[in-house]
Each structure stands twice: as C-alpha cells, then as structure tokens.
C-alpha cells in the first residue's frame, strides 16, 4: 500500500526535527494564519483551534494531493492562568524569564490532523465551530479520547475507505524552573535564543540549563508531541518506521 504523503504545516526547525524520528515520508508547507482568538479562550481549546487552523489552511491548499495528510501544531506557555506567548524583544523576554523563574508552569500543545484524499478532506471551519462551542463530538464522529495523564484527542468522521477524516487533541505538561539570577537571565537572552519561542526558552537548547523537572512530555515542551502523533497516524491507518498497515 502506497504511503500518503505528510505535510507539515510549519516552519518550526524544531518541528521538522522531531517529525523526520518517525521516518515517514513529509514535506513542509508552513502556514501563514491569524493567531488571534477571542479573549478567555482556554489554552487547551486555543492551541487546539490554532493547529486545526493551521492544518486547514494548509489542507485546502493541498486538494492536489492524492494522498496526503496535513498536520498542524501550536504550543503555548503558561503561567497563573495567563498565555505567556513570543517575546516582542528582549526586555519581554527578559521580564518572563524572571517571572518563572524558581516556579512550575504549563505548556500546552496542541496537534490537528486532516486527512486529504480525493475530495475528503472535512470542512475545518465546521470542526473549529465545534471546538470554540466546547461541545464533544458525538454520533459517527466519535467520543474524546484519553491520550494518558497528559491529554484528549477527538476523531471526526471517517471517509469511505474507513479511515478518520480529522483528529485534533492537546497535551500538557509541567514543567518546574530553578531560581535564576538576572545576570544569567540576561546572559541567556542575549544569546538571542529565547526571542523566537513561547514562554522566552528552548528546552532543546541553552534553556534546558533552567530546567528543574518537567511532569509530562518532553517532546510536547519541544514543540511536537510525538507519542499523540503515532497514535493520531496508526488510527489513520499508518505504521510509524517506514509501514503502513495492510
């Protein structure tokens, strides 16, 4: 059986790192979409929609596709109960790293899934209806399901060959920084690693060095969690590691 094609909708290094471990073929087709969301939208339905936005933006792009499956990520931070997002330069990053310093925030990240294959993709705009509703699916399109201590995911209808059209689910994860004085703050930002990342750090990079104890998954603090998307990718009929089911 021929292997759809991934399609990432990102353009995040690490993203692209992470997903070339499953050995699957992929392409990128980063998204360019409108991050903004009504004010009080929960992290967890937020990173949900951004990814669900993403993939359908790149998805309806993509309708040239044979076979294809088109993933979208977000991941945000937070920290008592507020979105710790980018920083705009580096004093931002410079007062959110002594913000969390010495204390456990979340990461929440997010992870949608569409399929596109002959004209079946779902309609995302419908999906994403649904999700700011907050209403779980039901009938045909299935129950949330418990990914574990750390997240859901939901599954939309299937197509005609049995396969899920959309899966879209979130993890959180819990992650504890030592205390850290402001000289080394400022050290770490003018390495200018934390200027392009939610919450002002990489946990991949220098960032790590901060990094007391993370309760969840370190791959989903990373940027991609990639236990979720094995399990998202075998509903739809993929084996990870270069097969696919017969």
């Known amino acids: 059986m021929k292997q759809p094609v991934l399609i990432l909708a990102s353009g995040s290094p690490r993203?692209?790192?992470l997903i070339r471990t499953l050995g699957l073929p992929y392409r990128v087709d980063a998204a360019d979409v409108d991050e903004s969301m009504p004010e009080g939208t929960p992290p967890d339905k937020l990173v949900e929609r951004l990814s669900l936005r993403k993939a359908g933006t790149v998805g309806a792009r993509s309708r040239e596709e044979r076979e294809a499956i088109v993933i979208g990520s977000d991941t945000v931070v937070v920290?008592?109960?507020i979105i710790l997002g980018k920083p705009k330069d580096e004093q931002d990053a410079f007062d959110t790293l002594r913000r969390i310093a010495g204390r456990t925030h979340q990461v929440y990240t997010g992870l949608a899934l569409l399929s596109v294959a002959a004209g079946e993709m779902a309609t995302w705009s419908t999906m994403d209806g649904e999700l700011a509703a907050g209403g779980t699916d039901s009938g045909d399109k299935g129950s949330v399901i418990r990914f574990g201590d750390t997240g859901v995911y939901r599954i939309w209808s299937r197509t005609q060959s049995g396969n899920p059209q959309a899966?879209?689910?979130?993890?959180v994860s819990h992650v504890t920084f030592r205390p850290m004085?402001?000289?080394?703050?400022?050290?770490?930002?003018?390495?200018?690693?934390?200027?392009d990342k939610a919450g002002s750090y990489g946990v991949q990079g220098l960032g790590a060095v901060f990094i007391e104890k993370i309760e969840g998954d370190f791959y989903s603090v990373m940027g991609l969690p990639l236990s979720l998307l094995y399990q998202m990718l075998v509903r739809f009929g993929?084996?990870?590691?270069?097969?696919?089911?017969?």
């Open 181 to 195: 004085s402001d000289d080394e703050i400022w050290a770490y930002v003018r390495t200018g690693e934390p200027l």
């Open 238 to 246: 993929l084996r990870p590691f270069g097969q696919s089911e017969d």
């Open 167 to 171: 899966m879209v689910g979130h993890t």
């Open 15 to 17: 993203r692209q790192e």
């Open 79 to 81: 920290l008592d109960g």
